[in-house]
T-cell receptor
Framework: KAGVTQTPRYLIKTRGQQVTLSCSPI?????VSWYQQTPGQGLQFLFE???????NKGNFPGRFSGRQFSNSRSEMNVSTLELGDSALYLC????????????FGQGTRLTVV | AQSVTQPDIHITVSEGASLELRCNYS??????LFWYVQSPGQGLQLLLK??????LVQGIKGFEAEFKRSQSSFNLRKPSVHWSDAAEYFC???????????FGTGTSLTVIP
């Protein structure tokens, strides 16, 4: 079974630009979650999508958004980038709710300059 | 409120020595508990998980963890550390409202020869 695939692995963007990150979950998984990882804050939950619907959302500004497609692939978008958005963005896929764990991709390293 | 505390930010051990990484959690229901490991620039790999049953769980790479409900702890142990174990270790609890997981801030492990 293929794992969670995130693209691209690395990105460099300029302040004010917008960026889209992609995540393909494990085959059969319908839940995709996104986390932001920074040295100071650790892993912070952004949002979760399940069957194309946002099921849960963390405490991030509206500049952070996402969506999920019918094949469970998910995209995350950050608009009007700020320097503080520089982070490793991790995607995790999970099976049905309960008695399960999150399987993580290798992440997308976003640097905002 | 749900939270995970890893009191040790950084630990250094000698190769061949034993290891214990601490994790305390706060969770409103019966917790599902996890330990993940992260190598530099990589995603998170699941080491082990506790859902129910035997409170001592075995994981990959020779790791084990013990769930102690009375102490709200889920400490990770390894009898003999190898240089390749140097990495960041995260304790997590969940899932909560869907597939949201709460992570500790991580413990960085250095292994010296």
């Amino acid at each position: 079974k293929a794992g969670v695939t995130q693209t691209p692995r690395y990105l460099i963007k300029t302040r004010g630009q917008q960026v889209t990150l992609s995540c393909s979950p494990i085959s059969g998984h319908r839940s995709v979650s996104w986390y932001q990882q920074t040295p100071g804050q650790g892993l912070q939950f952004l949002f979760e999508y399940f069957s194309e619907t946002q099921r849960n959302k963390g405490n991030f500004p509206g500049r952070f958004s996402g969506r999920q497609f019918s094949n469970s692939r998910s995209e995350m978008n950050v608009s009007t980038l700020e320097l503080g958005d520089s982070a490793l963005y991790l995607c995790a896929s999970s099976g049905t709710q309960g008695n399960t764990e999150a399987f993580f991709g290798q992440g997308t390293r976003l640097t905002v300059v | 409120a749900q939270s995970v505390t890893q009191p040790d930010i950084h630990i250094t051990v000698s190769e061949g020595a034993s290891l214990e990484l601490r994790c305390n959690y706060s969770y409103g229901a019966t917790p599902y508990l996890f330990w993940y490991v992260q190598s530099p620039g990589q995603g998170l790999q699941l080491l082990l998980k506790y859902f129910s049953g035997d409170t001592l769980v075995q994981g990959i790479k020779g790791f084990e963890a013990e769930f102690k409900r009375s102490q709200s702890s889920f400490n990770l142990r390894k009898p003999s550390v190898h240089w390749s174990d140097a990495a960041e270790y995260f304790c997590a609890v969940g899932p909560y409202t869907g597939n949201q997981f709460y992570f500790g801030t991580g413990t960085s492990l250095t292994v010296i020869p």
